[in-house]
């Protein structure tokens, strides 16, 4: 088991296939527990970083995530396929992650201009804003199977096609138990739909999924 830790510092200016700014895989996609490789960032900035695929700023895959107090800024994903350009700030690809007091901005990717997290991933005092999604979820997409909470945040200023503050998919015909978007605190508001003249979901989009927001 590896375990990269990040304390402080600026990681900027980075090009990679995946994850330019910072990369951590677990290579058996079947590993689990204390198995799976971790990554601990505390403090700091990740800006301006450009990956092809997945991961402009942070990639993890089967991995674990537990991200703080850092700042998530002007990173990219370049690819234009729909399924090869996802999370230009962080991209979550299962394992699990929690984001706290973590701000999220400027980033760009065909899905999950901001974030794309897959698996468990929890956001706690976060502010996701600014972020583009050319054609899904410019703040936040949410992966298939995979159940995202947010408490005490801010979704807002996203634009994307479909879903510009966040976009829950989970697949078609599948359970909507399967994959869940929950805000239990926080404010998901500003964000914009460039679908319909932009009147098309403009703050969350949620299809075949479990959506769960804070009461007004």
């Known amino acids: 088991r590896t375990v990269v ?51 402009g700023g942070v990639y993890t895959a089967v991995a ?11 990173n990219e994903t370049t690819a234009a396929n729909v399924n090869s350009s ?17 701000s999220v901005t400027g980033n760009r990717a065909v ?20 972020n583009t999604g050319s054609e899904y979820g410019g703040g936040l997409r949410v992966g298939l199977l995979s159940h995202v909470t947010v408490e005490n945040s801010v979704i807002t200023g996203n634009t994307a096609r479909i ?8 697949g078609k015909g ?11 605190s926080g404010a998901l508001y500003g964000n914009i739909s460039t679908y319909g003249n932009g009147t098309h979901s403009t703050d969350v989009y949620s299809e075949t999924a479990t959506l769960t927001l804070p009461a007004i």
């Not at 899905?111 to 600014?130: A, N, R, W």
């Not at 879903?163 to 989970?170: L, P």
């Not at 599948?174 to 239990?184: G, H, L």
Request: aromatic residues 6%.
């Open 174 to 184: 599948a359970d909507p138990k399967n994959t869940s978007f929950t805000m239990e």
């Open 86 to 102: 996802c999370g230009g700030g962080i991209y979550l690809g299962n394992g699990g992650a929690e984001l706290t007091n973590v």
């Open 111 to 130: 899905q999950g201009g901001g974030v794309f997290g897959s698996g468990p991933v929890s956001l706690d005092g976060c502010e996701v804003t600014g």
């Open 64 to 74: 674990l995530a537990d991200i703080a107090d850092c700042e998530i800024s002007g």
């Open 163 to 170: 879903g510009g503050g966040v976009y829950v998919f989970g």
């Open 5 to 55: 830790v990040i304390n402080d510092g600026i990681i900027s200016g980075n090009s990679a296939k995946d994850g330019a700014g910072v990369s951590v895989k677990t290579e058996d996609p079947y590993s689990s527990g204390d198995a799976l490789n971790r990554l601990e960032i505390k403090g700091g900035e990740i800006t301006g970083n450009t990956a092809v695929n997945y991961g």
